[in-house]
C-alpha cells in the first residue's frame, strides 16, 4: 500500500538518498517501494545530536536511511550505555528500541525514541 504524503511549501523529505524540497504550495503525492522516508522535522543533524537521547535518535536514523545496521551498532550501544547512565528510567524505551531494531523495524525505532527527546528537554530544564 503507497504511502500518502503531504508537504506544505518550502517542506523537504528524505526519500532513500535524496532530499526532495516542495515548492511554494502545497502537495500531495504517493511513495510507493522500500525507500526509507523521512520528514524534516524528524531529521537530527550531527550538530543538533547534542544530548544523549538525540545522540541515540541520530544513530538510529542513520541506520535507517543507510539500512546498514551493523555499521552503527558499536556506536549505538555506547550511546545507549551513555544515556541510560544518566536516565535508568529510560530502560524500558530503549529495551523496546533494541528490539525494534534487531527486528529490522528502524522506522519503528525511531517512533519509539522520539518521545524520550520531549522526556529528556524536561528534565533538562529544572
Not at 44 to 70: G, H, S
Amino acid at each position: 500500500m503507497p504511502l500518502r504524503v503531504e508537504l506544505k511549501p518550502f517542506e523537504r523529505i528524505v526519500i532513500g538518498q535524496s532530499v526532495i524540497t516542495n515548492s511554494d504550495s502545497r502537495t500531495t503525492f504517493l511513495i510507493d517501494g522500500d525507500a526509507p522516508i523521512l520528514r524534516e522535522k524528524d531529521i537530527l543533524t550531527a550538530e543538533t545530536a547534542n544530548t544523549p537521547v538525540k545522540r541515540v535518535y541520530l544513530c538510529v536514523q542513520m541506520m535507517y536511511l543507510q539500512n546498514d545496521i551493523p555499521a552503527y551498532q558499536e556506536l549505538y550501544l555506547g550511546f545507549i550505555k551513555e544515556l541510560l547512565e544518566a536516565v535508568p528510567s529510560f530502560r524500558d524505551t530503549i529495551e523496546a528500541t533494541s528490539n525494534l531494531i534487531l527486528s529490522g523495524q528502524l522506522y519503528k525505532a525511531l517512533r519509539e525514541i522520539r518521545p524520550l527527546i520531549k522526556r529528556e528537554e524536561e528534565l533538562l530544564q529544572r
